[in-house]
T-cell receptor, first 116, second 117 residues
Framework: AQKVTQAQTEISVVEKEDVTLDCVYETRDTTYYLFWYKQPPSGELVFLIR??????QNEISGRYSWNFQKSTSSFNFTITASQVVDSAVYFC?????????????FGKGITLSVRP | EPEVTQTPSHQVTQMGQEVILRCVPISNHLYFYWYRQILGQKVEFLVS????????KSEIFDDQFSVERPDGSNFTLKIRSTKLEDSAMYFC???????????????FGPGTRLLVL
């Protein structure tokens, strides 16, 4: 069975600090995909990134970066120089390549508060 | 940029009433999904839909729930007889290709917040 663990529940930082959100996953599949979504206070789910299990290259997009380590089954997300607008709940999610399985399994989410 | 839309944004209903939540997926997408999020909890999969039929459903998606694509643009979730525990945010999502199992990204709508009294 798929499982995503986001052990941190709430993180509070001061603006301009860097912050890392942890995600650990479990799957028996050899091919799978990992995602991060952002849920701002308005409630919608905003797609941030998708990474497949064969691509362990880290990715950077502006202030955001992701570190995928298959050896530790982790897919961590770092926000550099955080801003107040980064305040949101961040969800890590997992899907697997089975053909019949077309669902996302989400972690419980991490509430990030960035104070001015 | 194309987006998934959902109506209504909020709905309040009495226990036992039927509700229909509506979604308009992104126009060239072929796979559709419903998820729910009970307040303060994680997002949970309900059902996936492709080619006018359910491709997978969770244990939450019991006989009280049904989905339909009544025309070429809408995708609906019906709860036949609502219970208090159905109170949640319901998200519709769509993906272009074969769903996340093939690595396609699911794009989510803004959600419908359902409150059952």
């Amino acid at each position: 069975a798929q499982k995503v663990t986001q052990a941190q529940t709430e993180i509070s930082v001061v603006e301009k600090e860097d912050v890392t959100l942890d995600c650990v996953y479990e799957t028996r599949d050899t091919t799978y995909y990992l995602f991060w979504y952002k849920q701002p206070p308005s409630g919608e789910l905003v797609f941030l990134i998708r990474r497949n299990s064969f691509d362990e290259q880290n990715e950077i997009s502006g202030r955001y970066s992701w570190n995928f380590q298959k050896s530790t089954s982790s897919f961590n997300f770092t926000i550099t120089a955080s801003q107040v607008v980064d305040s949101a709940v961040y969800f890590c999610a997992l899907s697997s390549y089975t053909g019949a399985n077309s669902k996302l399994t989400f972690g419980k989410g991490i509430t990030l508060s960035v104070r001015p | 940029e194309p987006e998934v839309t959902q109506t209504p944004s909020h709905q309040v209903t009495q226990m036992g009433q039927e509700v229909i939540l509506r979604c308009v997926p992104i126009s060239n997408h072929l796979y559709f999904y419903w998820y729910r999020q009970i307040l303060g909890q994680k997002v949970e999969f309900l059902v996936s839909f492709y080619n006018n039929e359910i491709s997978e459903k969770s244990e939450i998606f019991d006989d009280q729930f049904s989905v339909e694509r009544p025309d070429g643009s809408n995708f609906t979730l019906k709860i036949r007889s609502t219970k208090l525990e159905d109170s949640a945010m319901y998200f519709c999502a769509s993906s272009e290709g074969a769903g996340p199992a093939m690595g396609e990204t699911q794009y989510f709508g803004p959600g419908t917040r359902l409150l059952v009294l």
